[in-house]
């Protein structure tokens, strides 16, 4: 029998024009903000000046670290902690996609502990981090459910691990998620970060511990992603499908918090801690279907509901439906040109064995959920058949 436990602490604003909320709400967290952010969309959107502009407004002086890159590394986290450390900084403002925010979490439990980032990590110096700061997250993707959600995935680049932490402090106290910042995000970003949403609403829905709490978000989301990511990847400015892509990423990233990902999210860590250069979301896109052919006999039940009603598959028998579910995601990842061979993509076949044995040792909390208990050499078949 199903078991649920919650534990949801994030205030959530979600709306056209959320980011304005900024301004009354920041007045309560301090006096002094580290804006945290990548190196150019939110300056180029300018995004970033209006966030300086409304802190300004409600009296907060604000810092600006904008080194941030898609893999987030722990140099740059170890380095806006010390200037946390320096400036007295009150809060954090993660603004951005996944990996700022995801920065800003993981600067919020270095900076007022002692040490590296690499301490508070479970395959690091596995310290729990007692203190944190207030981490405010205003995403700009549709994807990564981090709003939602108390996870970091953060690389060392000198192990080449990909880790995802999560503690109850690095929830982020508030988040506003805002569809109009979003519908500049261009078209292969919309589908990655999409995909990465869909991904963690599958995984969610085909893990051990899914309950009815999560599936039915996690279905929801599936389905606003299948109908409005085609709209939103043609028509950027399409307000409709923003709104749904946001809600669906949103809502994907509280099935995570209450359910989980499964080992799709730990092949990906494998392959992108080796190519960082290779997107998540697509990371996700190349391993996802492979691996549910590979688990198929103890998840066809789970995949055939996936079938009918997020794809509208109309077959009875769940052996045929939940086959035929997964022609149909390899169908519309096709759409977006999502359906990439590994070796397409620069990785050297003698790489796979430590892709594998790195993803499921760093995110074997997620392959233990994952049916069909996986061994670290099956992952390394699943990338041999991507290959
Ligand atoms: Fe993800």
């Given at each position: ?7 949801l602490?994030t ?7 959320a ?7 920041a ?10 952010t ?8 300018g995004l970033?000046?209006?966030v300086?502009?409304?802190l ?16 987030p590394?722990?140099?740059h986290?170890?380095?806006?902690a ?13 603004l ?7 920065s800003a ?16 990590v479970?395959v690091g110096?596995?310290?729990i981090?007692?203190k ?9 993707t ?21 880790v995802?932490?999560g503690?109850?402090?690095?929830f982020?106290?508030l988040s506003?998620v ?12 919309t589908?990655?970060?999409s ?6 609403a ?8 899914a ?8 279905l ?7 109908t ?8 950027g400015?399409?307000?409709e499908a ?14 995570e918090t209450l359910?989980g990902v ?18 998540h ?20 039940e ?5 079938g ?25 990842q ?13 990785v050297?076949?003698e ?37």
């Open positions: 029998m199903f078991k649920i436990s919650s534990y602490p205030e959530i604003i979600f709306r056209v024009g980011v304005d909320e900024l301004e009354e709400r007045k309560k967290l301090g006096k002094k903000a580290l804006i945290v990548g190196r150019s969309s939110t300056k180029k959107t970033l000046q209006r300086v502009d409304l300004k407004k409600a009296g907060v002086e604000s810092f600006v670290f904008d080194k941030i890159i898609p893999n590394i722990s140099d986290v170890d380095e806006a010390e200037i946390v450390r320096k400036e007295k900084i009150d809060f954090i403002i993660g951005g996609g996944g990996s700022p925010i995801d979490k993981a600067i919020s439990i270095t900076a007022p502990n002692e040490g590296k980032f690499w301490d508070y479970p110096g596995g310290k981090p007692e944190s700061i207030p981490v405010v997250a205003i995403p700009t549709h994807g990564t459910g981090t709003e939602a959600d108390p996870f970091a995935v953060i690389t060392n680049p000198q192990t080449k691990e990909k995802g932490i503690y109850r402090n690095t982020p106290v506003l805002d569809p109009e910042v979003m519908k500049t995000l261009p078209k292969d970003q589908a990655y970060t995909m990465d949403a869909f991904y963690h599958i995984e969610s829905f085909l893990n051990v511990n309950n009815p709490y999560s599936d039915v978000l996690a929801d989301a599936m389905k606003r992603i299948v409005y990511l085609p709209v939103a990847y043609e028509n400015e399409d307000m923003r709104t749904n892509l946001a809600w669906a990423s949103t809502e994907a990233g509280i099935t359910t499964i080992a799709n999210h730990a092949l990906e860590h494998g392959l992108s801690g080796f190519y960082p250069e290779i997107t979301g697509l990371g996700l896109c190349i391993t996802g279907p492979y691996l549910f052919e590979y688990i198929f006999d103890h998840a066809y789970r995949l055939a509901i996936v009918r009603e997020v794809f509208g598959v109309y077959e009875t028998d769940d052996r045929k439906a939940g086959r035929i579910a997964i022609k149909k995601l390899r169908d519309f096709e759409m977006f040109g999502l359906n990439k061979r590994l070796s397409e993509l620069g050297k076949k790489d796979i064995p430590k892709m594998a044995e790195t993803g499921y040792r760093i995110l074997n909390g997620v392959v233990v959920v994952t049916p069909g208990n996986l061994t670290a050499k099956d992952m390394e078949e699943i990338f041999n058949r991507c290959y």
